[in-house]
């Protein structure tokens, strides 16, 4: 939201208070209160008929300062971010005549105590962040609507980078955009999406999450260019700053202030195969596609089952179509003795027609108007009604109806929806702010299902494919990219969604191959099947066509075989990422100056990524095949094409649809597992170690866990001029190879290999 006419003017139904000067402050325990007078005080007269602004500093995670400011606190409190921890850590706090320093770990706040001067500037160690000062933080008045808003501007360094705020569409980099955070379903071609996570990442090793559930709005070098703007409705606003010292370390502080993600099973890295939503389906169309598949020796691992299991208008009664599938659970049986998981679509909707309406209106656990009425809409299905998980008693109820598929062999859920929330009228039942809810509701939403699969299938059992997310959403994987179309552009937009929503913390994502709008051409199709299968998760979905690859043209069966075979050879790296991303938060996929923070051609890059520390993967979006990619320094060594490309600088290449740039990094461990037609077995057994180029005297190490997430193998290398010794610990088969040094001979014994390196190698 912009408050300003220019820098000098403000719009004309504004009226602005700001924070002009130091007032004085207090310490009450490991609370700082700072305030802040409207104007500059040169005598007692001054401090009457003006506005003063209440700041409150608190860490709750060493190198997090939480930051809230308020004007009148009498009003009713606002939802403030999900379940974020309080470790309480260390802080200090030293004053002098001139400024105060609130200190956690690393990071500082310096508070200036200046006569007509107000700012606080943020340093992590002697290392300047931002800060916000002059005409910075307010409260603003609107004279026409009655409303009033916080807002605090945070400054922006000459050649500094903003990213995040969710999965969101538009260019990667955000710099000059108005963001709003209002979960919508808006699909992927506009600046609305499912996920907004009101926190963002900059290339300087910081980030700032404003601590609202409800509309947050930013300006981001697009009302005042030197700064981010945040603003609420309200007399309060609250953020935090976050100091990782790297865009790495960052993401790790912010996931273990707002919850890290849980461990998904590893079969559900596997190829994920749905009905597509619209089209006609029953058990012989299921078995086909399911047969189609084996007799082309294509590798499937889940099959979904979407919207139309369940009879039209009936969404969600959670019972099979008797016409359609009159077997339910002998089918799920079958389908399982084949080696397959099973996925059903669910909403949080109860239509009218639903048995379920009448059983939940009568109980009170559908949501309410302030009149004692349910809540009903006919967008989506006739005189719907919403669950209101605000209720424990309501959240049980659903969670039981949940169960009795599970008891028939069901094992995880497409979590759809959860964007359509009403604020008007609204009543909740533990008495919730409307506003707030509309975004916090997917939280309570998912959380429920991710509650009940630990309950019923393990801890490590439980996944779901969610659409809609909230901050701290990433604590229930896995989400995906909603509805894009069948088109290189849409692929790309899903793409920089990925990217932006990696930003917040989340470490599991997955799209729609080929696209859910539209059906996609037969070259579209091969190409986004490269990506696909190069995404944490994978899943061919549709909307009125079917995605089995044999229905665009018989090279896709191909491309489509040897991707999935990639990927399950790929899992004993793969499954270290996702073990990593549980216990440290850091995103599987990751966007290029996540990696690489100190060369700046990868600031602005959207169009490749890096697929954990170790793979860079730059998918195809031209006919042609050709693709044009950036290489950070060292030497590099294409997976598929077995070429050595040197860095840094730019590359260009053209592909068929059986190669495309995925290079495995310089001095890397990568392991290559010795199954390719399934996500889950012993990925210690068998296993080839590919050794990537290591500069003289440097060291590496990984290690290898087992399809539970344990930490099975070790390994380390080291190289000491021409020769490369490689250590490995834990048991399990293994043998070496040496990419990106040219020749090279091999010396292997039980747990230990000697790479010697011919004359000439780098």
Known sequence: MKFTNGFWLMKKEITPLYAVEYAGHEMHGRELTVYAAGRHIGGRGDCLNVGMLTVRLYSPVRNILHVTVSHFEGGNKKRICADTADLAPEITLQEDERQLIFRTGSLQAVISKEPDRWEIAYYDGDRFLTHTGYRNLAHMSNRDTGKTYMTEQLALTPGEYVYGLGERFTPFVKNGQSVEIWNEDGGTASEQTYKNIPFYL????????????????????????????????GERIGYYLIAGGSPKGTIERYTELTGRPALPP?????????????????????????????????????????????????WCDFLWDPQTFP??????????????????????????????????????????KRDGSVWQTDLWQPGM????????NAAQWYRQKLKKLLDIGVDCFKTDFGERIPVRDICWYD????????????????RTVFELLGQERGAGEAVVFARSAVAGGQRFPVHWGGDCSATYSSMAETMRGGLSLACCGFAFWS????????????????????????????????SSSYRVPWLFDEEACVVLKEMVELKCRLMPYLYRLAVEAHENGLPMMRPMFVEFPQDRSCLPLDMQYMLGDSL??????????????????????????????????????????????????????????????????DYTRDVTLLITELKDKEQIQTFIPDPKGQKKMSVRAVR??????????????????????????IEQKEDQAVILLKEGCL
């Open 511 to 542: 799209h729609d191959i080929s696209g859910f709008e539209q059906t996609a051409s037969a070259d579209i199709y091969k190409r986004w099947c490269q990506f696909g299968l190069l995404s944490s998760h994978s899943r061919l979905h549709g």
């Open 616 to 681: 860079l993967v730059a998918p195809v979006f031209e006919e042609s095949g050709e693709v044009e990619y950036y290489l950070p320094e060292g030497s590099w060594y294409n997976l598929l094409t077995r070429e050595t490309l040197t860095g840094p600088g730019w590359k260009k290449g053209r592909f068929d649809y059986h190669g495309m740039p995925l290079l495995a990094a310089p001095g890397r461990i990568l392991p290559i597992g010795s199954c390719a037609s399934q996500p889950e077995y």
């Open 385 to 392: 009604a919403l669950v209101d998980f605000t209720n424990p």
């Open 720 to 745: 000491d001029g021409r020769r490369i010794t490689v250590t490995v610990t834990g048991g399990g088969s293994w043998s070496c190879r040496a990419a990106g040094h040219g020749r090279a001979e």
């Open 266 to 314: 590893a079969w559900s890295f596997g190829l994920w195969l749905t009905t597509s939503f619209t089209t006609d389906y029953d058990e012989a169309t299921t078995g086909s596609f399911i047969q189609g598949m084996a007799d082309r020796e294509i590798p499937l691992h889940v099959f979904h089952f979407d919207c139309y299991w369940m009879q039209a208008y009936h």
């Open 202 to 233: 900059t290339n300087r090793g910081y980030g700032v999450l404003v601590d609202s559930m409800g509309d947050v709005e930013f300006e981001i070098a697009s009302e005042k260019v030197e700064q981010v703007q945040f603003s609420v409705q």
């Open 431 to 446: 008495g919730s702010d409307a506003e707030d809810m509309h975004n916090y509701y997917t939280y309570l939403y998912n």
């Open 327 to 368: 077997d339910p659970q002998g089918m799920i049986r079958r389908y399982k003795d084949r080696g397959l998981k099973i996925c059903v679509w669910i909403n949080p909707y109860i239509a009218q027609r639903s048995y379920l309406f009448a059983e939940g209106k009568d109980a009170g656990y559908l949501v309410k």
